[in-house]
């Protein structure tokens, strides 16, 4: 079984195009980081699982994105139904807007809620 790894030290090496979930301050994180498309399909599916798995609010954490195409939308879309239906909160973390704004372009920015921690 999968387990959340815990957030990384400082200085860990991250991978330049990733989708991982970690545990922190009570919530799963679902970190994007790089150009999120459909090369991370299997990655985005194994971690949709893992944050479900949980049982924790989700947070969508964007801030390492560079570049959302349709496919990671569409992952975010599904994670936040997929949540919805279990009962869990999904949040959006995306400082610098990357995803923010591909969700305003296709009309489901009011959606997912900011994260406010």
């Known amino acids: 079984m999968t387990e959340l790894r815990d957030a990384p030290e400082v200085g860990d090496v991250a991978p330049v195009?990733?989708?991982?979930?970690?545990?922190?301050d009570g919530r799963a994180v679902v970190r994007l980081v790089?150009?999120?498309?459909?090369?991370?399909?299997?990655?985005?599916?194994?971690?949709?699982?893992?944050?479900?798995?949980?049982?924790?609010?989700?947070?969508v954490d964007a801030?390492?994105?560079?570049?959302?195409?349709?496919?990671?939308?569409?992952?975010v879309l599904q994670l936040h139904l997929a949540a919805s239906e279990a009962g869990?909160?999904?949040?959006?973390?995306?400082?610098?807007?990357?995803?923010?704004?591909?969700?305003?372009?296709?009309g489901l920015s009011v959606v997912i809620p900011d994260d406010e921690g």
Do not use: K, N
């Not at 195009?17 to 922190?24: F, G, S």
């Open 88 to 106: 869990i909160p999904v949040t959006l973390r995306d400082p610098h807007r990357v995803l923010r704004e591909v969700l305003d372009m296709v």
């Open 34 to 59: 790089g150009e999120i498309d459909a090369a991370l399909r299997a990655e985005a599916s194994a971690s949709m699982g893992m944050a479900l798995m949980s049982g924790l609010p989700v947070v």
């Open 17 to 24: 195009h990733a989708i991982r979930v970690e545990a922190e």
């Open 63 to 75: 801030t390492q994105a560079t570049f959302v195409d349709s496919s990671g939308v569409a992952f």
